[in-house]
């Protein structure tokens, strides 16, 4: 009984432990899961994935500047609106339109999920 108690209170221990992860690295998979996504979508060669790694790098830095420092909001806008620009410089025309359609698609469904929320009482 006291073996089966010590068992079970190392494998929660572990589970715990294996789950703790650095915050940091979940930020560099969510940029490679985004650039994953889009040479999949956009059929991007390798020159093409190279640059938008590098963008898609900057966009996030610039996500975390405004939750970090919100009065530096419109600045940091800015940047954003530069980062796209670049994307459009990297990308051809067939594929910067398809990124634009599907950016414009993900904003409508995350407007829609807003919209249709019910109020908090």
Known sequence: MKKLFIVA????GLT???QGGNKKKGQEVSTEM?????TEELSLNADQQAKMGVVLEEQ?????AMKENPDSREENKEK???SGKKVKTILT???FEK???SMDKGKGEGKK???GAEPME
Do not use: H, S, V
């Open 80 to 82: 954003m609106k530069e």
């Open 113 to 115: 999920k807003r919209d």
């Open 99 to 101: 990124w634009k359609a």
């Open 34 to 38: 985004r650039l994953k996504k889009m």
């Open 16 to 18: 715990g432990f294996a």
């Open 60 to 64: 996030a830095a610039i996500k975390k």
């Open 93 to 95: 025309p067939e594929q």
């Open 9 to 12: 209170l190392l494998a929660i």
